[in-house]
């Protein structure tokens, strides 16, 4: 579980989350969580023998957000493939009890940045994936 | 059709564009096609009796894209009920050929932001979907 | 005193964070102190009667820091007239033995928000910076 | 010269410019003008024998900017040392009878990124700065 308070930053001037932080602040959720697992995450991020881009993603908004929330994130992760995972992401503000603001889902593969071809995820991402898998089920 | 230069800031250590910034760059080709329309964009986003905020958006990814490339974006507009449109955009890079980057989709609906219930899409918002409406048909 | 964890949207295809990222990060921190002292931020960002924006903001970096990095910020309050006041930050990286990475310094101006005339700062805001003006002294 | 929007996420909930999105859009003129002497910035930036970290900057704001102006950036560079330089900023508005919004200040040293040792700037890069010492002067 990821907790964060909406900054002057992540709003804009209709006054609300802007909707790419609220994805922004999934991806830190995504950082947290692999560091928490203990995933050095400047070599993982900028490792010159496997990268895992980001294919897809996806965010509903169910309620605004505003500067000073408190929100929380819990994730669940999905081994789609041997080369392919998801996240999936529930947002919400526990300044507004527990309410859900968000649900994101963000798909990535496991590839050779070099020549970008897929290649199988490395260990410790299977790890962490299915240290997850049924962390919201 | 909007142009953008990928900057230096739309990029991380991975050394690509990072995710949430290829769906800022779709917001500004809107914000740019409705000024393009004559809508006064800083009236726009901070009307007190109309608001259009996000409830939806995603995106796909691929090929990736690097700093100094040329994108250019094509958007097509969807008037889905009385009171929420979306807008598609197709991410090319210029610089490689007008190969797809990405596609993308992002859904909005229009409230009254202090209540912030539903209501009909304002005049000027209308006109810009009807113009834009079978652009990528 | 606020802590950070160096994401990797902070950084850029450069490897290291990108020069805004840092001044981001100091008002975060400025925005995380008011909040201890019981300032509702939602209130205090837009409200109708006082703003107080930025005038000045300067920052050497002394160290690079890189995607991971654990940082530290200090920050000491320093009123300059009845109607402005600097802050001073210094950002420590923890898991580089406490090293100075940069320090920074914000200035900010109280004013009317409707006419944009300076006015002297709320009482709210002076008693924050009675708080952490000799916190670095 | 660098003509820019202000964008909505250019702005937050106070309704105005971010104060490091002045920055950011600081930087954007440098890109575009390293890129209109023919410089590949996405070598330029990721560059494994050289690179021009930024180790100041600074921004006065004199007027503040709403979504929808029309900016106009000119630069003036001045070479420091055999490896250092920096770049002088005036941003003005255009829809605002061109009156001057900020001035800033960023200074870079050029180092070996491997060593992170100093080392003299590249060809290109002088030969840009004496195109444009006299720009503003």
Redesign the interface.
């Known amino acids: 579980m990821y907790t964060r308070?909406v900054?002057?930053?992540d709003?804009?001037?209709?006054?609300?989350v802007?909707?790419?932080?609220a994805?922004?602040i999934c991806?830190?959720a995504f950082?947290?969580s692999l560091?928490g697992s203990g995933v050095?995450?400047?070599t993982f991020?900028?490792n010159p023998d496997t990268?895992t881009?980001?294919?897809?993603?996806?965010?509903?908004?169910l309620k605004?957000s505003?500067?000073?929330?408190q929100l929380t994130l819990q994730l669940s992760t999905h081994q789609l493939a041997e080369d392919e995972f998801e996240v999936r992401y529930n947002i919400t503000a526990v300044n507004k009890g527990e309410r859900l603001i968000a649900k994101a889902t963000?798909r990535h593969v496991c590839i050779n940045?070099i020549n970008?071809q897929r290649q199988p995820l490395p260990a410790e991402l299977v790890t962490w994936i299915q240290r997850w898998s049924l962390a919201m089920s």
Do not use: K, N, W
């Open positions: 308070t900054r002057l930053q709003t804009d001037a209709a006054g609300v802007y909707f790419t932080s994805l922004d991806h830190e950082e947290d560091m050095d995450i400047r991020f900028s990268a881009p980001i294919i897809h993603a996806d965010i509903d908004f605004p505003f500067c000073g929330d963000i940045p970008r």
